[in-house]
Protein backbone atom coordinates (compact mmCIF):
# COMPACT_ATOMS: atom_id res chain seq x y z
CA UNK A 1 0.00 0.00 0.00
CA UNK A 2 1.29 3.45 -0.74
CA UNK A 3 0.83 5.51 1.93
CA UNK A 4 2.08 8.51 0.85
CA UNK A 5 0.37 11.53 -0.57
CA UNK A 6 0.62 10.93 -4.79
CA UNK A 7 1.57 14.50 -6.62
CA UNK A 8 -2.16 14.86 -8.19
CA UNK A 9 -3.96 14.05 -5.16
CA UNK A 10 -5.78 16.99 -1.97
CA UNK A 11 -3.86 16.35 1.23
CA UNK A 12 -7.11 16.11 3.15
CA UNK A 13 -7.33 16.61 7.15
CA UNK A 14 -9.99 15.41 9.50
CA UNK A 15 -10.06 16.94 13.20
CA UNK A 16 -12.84 15.35 15.48
CA UNK A 17 -14.67 17.54 17.77
CA UNK A 18 -17.34 17.34 20.50
CA UNK A 19 -19.44 20.51 20.12
CA UNK A 20 -19.36 23.63 17.82
CA UNK A 21 -17.01 25.90 18.98
CA UNK A 22 -14.29 22.98 20.06
CA UNK A 23 -13.23 23.64 16.03
CA UNK A 24 -12.48 26.99 17.04
CA UNK A 25 -10.66 27.11 20.89
CA UNK A 26 -8.73 24.06 20.21
CA UNK A 27 -6.68 24.18 16.86
CA UNK A 28 -7.92 26.56 14.70
CA UNK A 29 -5.01 28.70 13.66
CA UNK A 30 -4.05 25.23 12.45
CA UNK A 31 -6.48 24.76 10.76
CA UNK A 32 -7.12 27.95 8.62
CA UNK A 33 -3.02 27.39 7.77
CA UNK A 34 -3.59 24.10 5.88
CA UNK A 35 -6.84 25.02 3.97
CA UNK A 36 -5.07 28.28 3.03
CA UNK A 37 -1.84 26.19 1.58
CA UNK A 38 -4.61 24.06 0.49
CA UNK A 39 -5.66 21.52 2.03
CA UNK A 40 -8.81 20.04 2.28
CA UNK A 41 -9.71 20.33 5.77
CA UNK A 42 -13.01 19.04 7.48
CA UNK A 43 -14.54 19.54 10.75
CA UNK A 44 -16.77 16.49 11.80
CA UNK A 45 -18.90 17.68 15.23
CA UNK A 46 -20.20 14.99 17.19
CA UNK A 47 -23.01 16.79 18.88
CA UNK A 48 -25.38 20.10 18.09
CA UNK A 49 -24.32 21.62 21.73
CA UNK A 50 -27.92 21.80 22.34
CA UNK A 51 -27.46 21.53 26.50
CA UNK A 52 -24.56 24.39 26.25
CA UNK A 53 -24.97 27.42 28.54
CA UNK A 54 -24.68 30.76 27.35
CA UNK A 55 -21.28 31.72 27.88
CA UNK A 56 -21.09 35.05 26.82
CA UNK A 57 -23.07 37.61 29.74
CA UNK A 58 -24.00 39.98 27.03
CA UNK A 59 -26.23 37.64 25.24
CA UNK A 60 -27.40 35.58 28.39
CA UNK A 61 -31.05 36.59 27.65
CA UNK A 62 -34.09 33.64 27.89
CA UNK A 63 -34.83 33.80 24.35
CA UNK A 64 -30.93 33.04 23.80
CA UNK A 65 -31.12 30.42 25.96
CA UNK A 66 -34.63 29.27 24.21
CA UNK A 67 -32.96 28.80 21.01
CA UNK A 68 -29.43 27.51 21.78
CA UNK A 69 -29.44 24.77 19.40
CA UNK A 70 -30.45 26.52 16.24
CA UNK A 71 -27.99 29.54 17.30
CA UNK A 72 -25.34 27.12 17.92
CA UNK A 73 -25.61 25.52 14.04
CA UNK A 74 -25.85 29.69 13.05
CA UNK A 75 -22.36 29.92 14.91
CA UNK A 76 -21.08 26.85 13.50
CA UNK A 77 -21.73 27.58 9.65
CA UNK A 78 -20.27 31.52 10.84
CA UNK A 79 -16.99 29.69 12.07
CA UNK A 80 -16.61 27.72 9.56
CA UNK A 81 -16.34 30.24 6.67
CA UNK A 82 -13.97 32.48 8.40
CA UNK A 83 -11.54 29.33 8.85
CA UNK A 84 -12.45 28.41 5.49
CA UNK A 85 -13.04 24.83 5.49
CA UNK A 86 -15.77 23.01 5.95
CA UNK A 87 -17.88 21.09 8.11
CA UNK A 88 -20.04 18.32 8.75
CA UNK A 89 -22.55 17.32 12.23
CA UNK A 90 -22.34 13.82 13.04
CA UNK A 91 -25.54 13.96 15.13
CA UNK A 92 -25.60 13.46 18.27
CA UNK A 93 -26.97 14.97 21.38
CA UNK A 94 -25.02 17.03 23.72
CA UNK A 95 -24.21 15.38 27.12
CA UNK A 96 -24.33 18.61 29.08
CA UNK A 97 -21.89 18.95 32.24
CA UNK A 98 -23.09 16.71 34.23
CA UNK A 99 -22.57 18.22 38.36
CA UNK A 100 -20.51 14.83 40.63
CA UNK A 101 -22.77 12.05 40.94
CA UNK A 102 -25.87 12.99 38.52
CA UNK A 103 -26.12 10.71 35.96
CA UNK A 104 -26.14 11.33 32.31
CA UNK A 105 -29.39 12.25 30.58
CA UNK A 106 -30.91 9.53 28.08
CA UNK A 107 -29.60 9.19 24.89
CA UNK A 108 -26.88 11.60 25.12
CA UNK A 109 -23.87 10.97 22.99
CA UNK A 110 -21.35 9.99 26.03
CA UNK A 111 -23.91 6.81 26.99
CA UNK A 112 -23.84 5.51 23.75
CA UNK A 113 -22.10 2.24 23.21
CA UNK A 114 -18.55 3.56 21.52
CA UNK A 115 -18.74 0.50 18.75
CA UNK A 116 -22.24 2.25 17.90
CA UNK A 117 -21.23 5.60 18.03
CA UNK A 118 -18.41 5.49 16.09
CA UNK A 119 -20.27 4.20 13.25
CA UNK A 120 -21.00 7.91 11.31
CA UNK A 121 -17.16 8.90 11.61
CA UNK A 122 -16.08 5.51 9.96
CA UNK A 123 -18.51 6.32 6.97
CA UNK A 124 -16.91 9.85 6.49
CA UNK A 125 -13.73 8.81 7.12
CA UNK A 126 -14.37 6.57 4.66
CA UNK A 127 -16.14 9.26 2.26
CA UNK A 128 -13.86 11.95 2.45
CA UNK A 129 -10.45 9.51 3.27
CA UNK A 130 -8.49 11.81 5.09
CA UNK A 131 -4.74 11.33 5.62
CA UNK A 132 -4.20 13.14 9.26
CA UNK A 133 -6.81 12.65 11.58
CA UNK A 134 -6.99 14.98 14.91
CA UNK A 135 -9.19 14.66 18.12
CA UNK A 136 -8.45 15.08 22.06
CA UNK A 137 -6.40 12.28 23.84
CA UNK A 138 -8.02 10.05 26.51
CA UNK A 139 -8.75 12.77 29.18
CA UNK A 140 -10.73 14.67 26.92
CA UNK A 141 -8.35 17.18 27.64
CA UNK A 142 -11.10 18.79 29.23
CA UNK A 143 -13.07 16.81 31.80
CA UNK A 144 -16.36 16.52 29.72
CA UNK A 145 -17.78 13.37 28.82
CA UNK A 146 -18.30 14.20 25.33
CA UNK A 147 -14.45 14.74 24.86
CA UNK A 148 -13.78 11.71 26.26
CA UNK A 149 -16.43 9.98 23.84
CA UNK A 150 -14.66 11.58 20.63
CA UNK A 151 -11.13 10.68 21.95
CA UNK A 152 -13.09 7.06 22.67
CA UNK A 153 -15.48 6.95 18.87
CA UNK A 154 -12.07 8.77 16.87
CA UNK A 155 -9.73 6.02 17.85
CA UNK A 156 -12.07 3.29 16.64
CA UNK A 157 -13.09 5.18 13.94
CA UNK A 158 -9.51 5.48 12.84
CA UNK A 159 -8.91 1.25 14.17
CA UNK A 160 -11.73 0.44 11.78
CA UNK A 161 -12.58 2.56 8.78
CA UNK A 162 -9.36 0.54 7.37
CA UNK A 163 -10.40 -3.12 7.89
CA UNK A 164 -13.30 -4.21 5.33
CA UNK A 165 -14.05 -7.17 7.78
CA UNK A 166 -15.65 -3.74 10.40
CA UNK A 167 -18.44 -1.61 8.91
CA UNK A 168 -18.97 -3.33 5.96
CA UNK A 169 -22.23 -1.62 5.22
CA UNK A 170 -20.62 1.80 5.16
CA UNK A 171 -18.80 2.71 2.53
CA UNK A 172 -15.02 1.01 1.08
CA UNK A 173 -11.96 0.62 3.57
CA UNK A 174 -9.92 3.42 4.05
CA UNK A 175 -6.84 3.86 6.07
CA UNK A 176 -5.74 7.72 7.71
CA UNK A 177 -2.22 7.64 8.22
CA UNK A 178 -1.79 9.58 11.06
CA UNK A 179 -3.37 10.01 14.71
CA UNK A 180 -2.51 13.27 16.47
CA UNK A 181 -4.25 14.19 20.14
CA UNK A 182 -4.73 18.11 20.58
CA UNK A 183 -1.45 19.33 22.94
CA UNK A 184 -2.56 22.87 23.44
CA UNK A 185 -3.06 24.85 26.37
CA UNK A 186 -0.68 23.38 28.51
CA UNK A 187 0.94 24.68 31.55
CA UNK A 188 4.41 25.96 29.62
CA UNK A 189 1.88 27.65 27.58
CA UNK A 190 0.53 29.65 30.66
CA UNK A 191 3.88 29.64 31.99
CA UNK A 192 5.44 31.18 28.71
CA UNK A 193 3.11 33.81 28.48
CA UNK A 194 2.74 34.52 32.04
CA UNK A 195 6.59 35.34 32.28
CA UNK A 196 6.43 37.04 29.01
CA UNK A 197 3.63 39.33 30.54
CA UNK A 198 5.07 40.36 33.42
CA UNK A 199 8.57 40.88 32.24
CA UNK A 200 7.34 43.54 29.84
CA UNK A 201 4.93 44.83 32.48
CA UNK A 202 1.57 43.63 31.46
CA UNK A 203 -0.82 42.75 34.07
CA UNK A 204 -1.09 39.06 33.27
CA UNK A 205 -4.86 36.43 34.18
CA UNK A 206 -2.82 33.59 34.05
CA UNK A 207 -0.86 33.19 37.44
CA UNK A 208 -4.04 32.34 39.37
CA UNK A 209 -4.47 29.80 37.19
CA UNK A 210 -0.71 28.42 36.73
CA UNK A 211 -1.73 28.25 40.82
CA UNK A 212 -4.34 26.19 40.54
CA UNK A 213 -2.81 23.52 38.24
CA UNK A 214 -3.47 20.26 39.46
CA UNK A 215 -0.21 18.62 40.26
CA UNK A 216 -1.65 15.45 38.87
CA UNK A 217 -3.19 17.17 35.24
CA UNK A 218 -2.05 14.64 32.99
CA UNK A 219 1.19 15.86 30.92
CA UNK A 220 1.20 14.89 26.61
CA UNK A 221 4.45 14.77 25.08
CA UNK A 222 4.34 17.63 22.84
CA UNK A 223 5.84 15.93 19.35
CA UNK A 224 4.70 18.38 17.09
CA UNK A 225 4.57 22.13 16.49
CA UNK A 226 2.68 23.96 13.58
CA UNK A 227 3.79 27.26 12.99
CA UNK A 228 0.34 29.23 12.73
CA UNK A 229 0.91 32.44 14.37
CA UNK A 230 -0.03 34.36 10.74
CA UNK A 231 -3.46 32.85 11.50
CA UNK A 232 -3.99 33.81 15.17
CA UNK A 233 -6.70 36.41 14.31
CA UNK A 234 -8.46 34.05 11.97
CA UNK A 235 -8.64 31.93 15.21
CA UNK A 236 -9.77 34.70 17.16
CA UNK A 237 -12.60 35.40 14.85
CA UNK A 238 -13.77 31.88 14.16
CA UNK A 239 -14.14 31.68 17.79
CA UNK A 240 -16.17 35.13 18.58
CA UNK A 241 -18.55 34.05 15.90
CA UNK A 242 -19.75 31.31 18.38
CA UNK A 243 -20.77 34.32 19.84
CA UNK A 244 -23.17 32.76 22.73
CA UNK A 245 -19.94 31.13 23.53
CA UNK A 246 -17.07 32.76 23.84
CA UNK A 247 -17.15 36.18 26.17
CA UNK A 248 -15.01 39.03 24.01
CA UNK A 249 -14.04 40.20 27.69
CA UNK A 250 -13.03 37.16 28.87
CA UNK A 251 -9.88 35.50 29.94
CA UNK A 252 -8.47 34.06 26.69
CA UNK A 253 -8.55 37.60 24.43
CA UNK A 254 -6.95 38.59 28.02
CA UNK A 255 -3.29 38.35 26.36
CA UNK A 256 -1.94 40.03 23.26
CA UNK A 257 -1.41 38.87 20.55
CA UNK A 258 1.67 40.53 19.33
CA UNK A 259 3.47 38.93 22.53
CA UNK A 260 1.86 35.58 21.86
CA UNK A 261 2.52 35.50 18.30
CA UNK A 262 6.31 35.87 19.57
CA UNK A 263 6.90 33.66 22.52
CA UNK A 264 4.55 30.82 21.31
CA UNK A 265 3.98 30.80 17.28
CA UNK A 266 2.63 27.63 17.27
CA UNK A 267 -0.18 24.93 17.98
CA UNK A 268 0.92 21.50 19.54
CA UNK A 269 0.31 18.13 19.06
CA UNK A 270 1.27 14.35 20.42
CA UNK A 271 1.28 11.81 17.56
CA UNK A 272 -0.34 9.18 18.54
CA UNK A 273 -0.35 6.70 15.59
CA UNK A 274 1.60 6.53 12.43
CA UNK A 275 1.76 4.12 9.62
CA UNK A 276 4.37 6.07 8.61
CA UNK A 277 8.11 6.43 9.84
CA UNK A 278 8.40 9.47 11.11
CA UNK A 279 11.47 11.43 12.55
CA UNK A 280 10.08 13.24 15.52
CA UNK A 281 9.79 16.63 17.05
CA UNK A 282 8.24 17.46 13.52
CA UNK A 283 6.89 21.05 12.76
CA UNK A 284 3.96 19.60 9.76
CA UNK A 285 1.00 16.95 10.39
CA UNK A 286 1.84 15.55 6.82
CA UNK A 287 5.54 15.19 7.81
CA UNK A 288 6.33 11.72 5.94
CA UNK A 289 3.06 11.50 3.64
CA UNK A 290 4.05 14.10 0.74
CA UNK A 291 5.27 13.51 -2.20
CA UNK A 292 9.15 13.85 -2.41
CA UNK A 293 9.94 16.91 -4.01
CA UNK A 294 10.35 16.99 -7.95
CA UNK A 295 14.03 16.60 -8.96
CA UNK A 296 15.02 19.74 -10.07
CA UNK A 297 16.81 20.37 -13.94
CA UNK A 298 20.09 21.60 -13.79
CA UNK A 299 22.33 22.56 -16.56
ZN1 LIG B 1 -16.73 20.97 23.96
Sequence with gaps: MNLRITPDETPRL????????????????????????????????????????????????????RNIAELRRAEMAAARKVLGVRQRFLGFVDSGLPADGEPLPDGCFARQPTEDAARPLVRLIREFRPHVVIT?????????????????????????????????????????????????????????????????????????????????????????????????????????????QSDPDGPFFAHPRDLEREVWPTEDYHLARSLVEVPLPEDDLFAGLRPPAPAVMTT
Design 14 to 65: LTVHAHPDDESSKGAATLARYAAEGVDVLVATCTGGERGDVLNPRLDRPEVR
Design 136 to 244: YDETGGYPHPDHIKTHEVTVAAFDAAGDPDRYPREGAPWQPRKLYYQAAFSREWFQTLHDAMTTRGTASAMGAVLDEWPDTAPKLEITTRVTCADYFAVRDRALLAHAT
